[in-house]
């Protein structure tokens, strides 16, 4: 074999030396990947309501299929360039319509060291609050934030909690019982269902509405599930004519339930979700909630990009759905009138 020169072993052995290194840090470089994705794995926790069978839920809790809200999350994420298994790691919590395992699941939550928290519902969001002053709350399906404390304006929400509220006011209570006297105009008596007492929250909207309309109304409080039948046998004593739902996680949990008891006792209900009105219930005027989940998407990307949740303003839904069962009128022996049908956005027939 043919010896190299000196000088000549000398170059080769650097040339090979850098060719070494430049293959071994070819292969030590990040691949080329398909789309910029940020080198950060984010986590979001999700504290809400539903309860869910172990078999639907994902390791981390969240729903296997979902339903139409977490999808439009999921979706409205997705939109901003965050998807699960990739960039994104989302952590689901549920008090299964039990509001006092609110603060502990929160807590939880918290302790993953999540880099968000979105919470549906104004117990969540309380709890969220009271377990964290420095990560950021999404909160989403609250009514009147301002008046909860949950924020201190709408404009400019300030501390650690911004996101999009449930209504468009305390006032929409009034729009609900106006419906209601439309659709059952003889109706002088309205039992009012709430988990809280319905004055604790609306009072001077509620009532100027019924004074308005001639109503008298008869409040009822409702926060455990086996008390439902005893609260509608009394609403039949006081001779109640209809019944309006105050809108609530709770009223969502069991809204079966309570759909079935307003028809066995021959109730024709405003509601103030449309999942309820779907099975059975007479009347919804409710906003389109899908959307306002994909909304979430936009509030975290803007909070991941280094927005202080305090200086984003609280959306409010501009947008209402007013939805008909007719086939729920007829099984109650009432003529819904044609002004009121030419209004709906939906009739069930």
């Known amino acids: ?36 994705q940020p080198a950060k794995v984010y986590r979001i926790g999700y504290l809400s309501t539903a309860t869910l069978a172990p078999s639907d839920k994902t390791a981390q809790g969240c729903p296997i299929k979902g339903n139409p809200f977490w999808q439009a999350l999921v979706e409205g994420l997705r939109e901003r360039g965050y998807v699960q298994g990739q960039n994104l790691v989302i952590e689901c919590r549920y008090t299964e319509g039990r509001e006092e395992r609110a603060l502990g699941l929160a807590t939880e939550l918290v302790s993953l060291n999540v880099d968000l928290l979105v919470a549906f519902s104004s117990p969540n969001v309380r709890a969220a609050k009271q377990a964290t002053i420095t990560i950021p709350i999404v909160m989403v399906g609250v009514v009147d934030p301002v008046g909860r404390a949950l924020v201190a304006s709408l404009a400019r929400p300030g501390g650690n909690v911004t996101g999009l509220a449930g209504d468009a006011g305390k006032e929409i209570v009034g729009k609900y019982l106006q419906l209601l006297k439309e659709a059952v105009p003889h109706a002088s008596r309205v039992a009012v269902l709430g988990y809280l007492t319905p004055e604790t929250v609306f009072g001077p909207d509620l009532q100027a509405a019924a004074r308005a309309l001639d109503v008298t109304l008869q409040d009822y409080e409702l926060r455990e599930p086996e008390k439902l039948d005893g609260v509608f046998a009394a609403m039949t004593k006081a001779r109640a004519e209809a019944l309006l739902v105050i809108p609530h996680p709770f009223m969502a949990t069991h809204a079966r339930r309570i759909v079935d008891l307003a028809a066995q006792n021959r109730l024709p209900a405003m509601y103030p979700f449309r999942e309820m009105v779907e099975p059975g219930g007479l009347l919804t005027y409710d906003v389109d909630g899908p959307a306002i989940f994909r909304r979430i998407g936009l509030y975290a990307d803007k909070i991941f990009k280094g927005t202080k949740p305090g200086d984003l303003p609280v959306e409010q839904p501009t947008k209402f759905y007013l939805t008909i069962n007719l086939k729920t009128a007829k099984a109650l022996g009432i003529t819904i009138p044609q002004s009121l049908l030419v209004r709906a956005d939906e009739v069930i027939q």
């Not at 074999?1 to 040339?15: G, T, V």
């Not at 840090?25 to 990947?33: K, N, Q």
């Open 1 to 36: 074999m043919k010896r190299l020169p000196i000088a000549d072993f000398k170059l080769w052995s650097r040339a090979g030396a850098v060719s070494t290194i430049l293959a071994l840090s070819l292969f030590a470089a990040p691949l080329p990947s398909d789309g910029q």
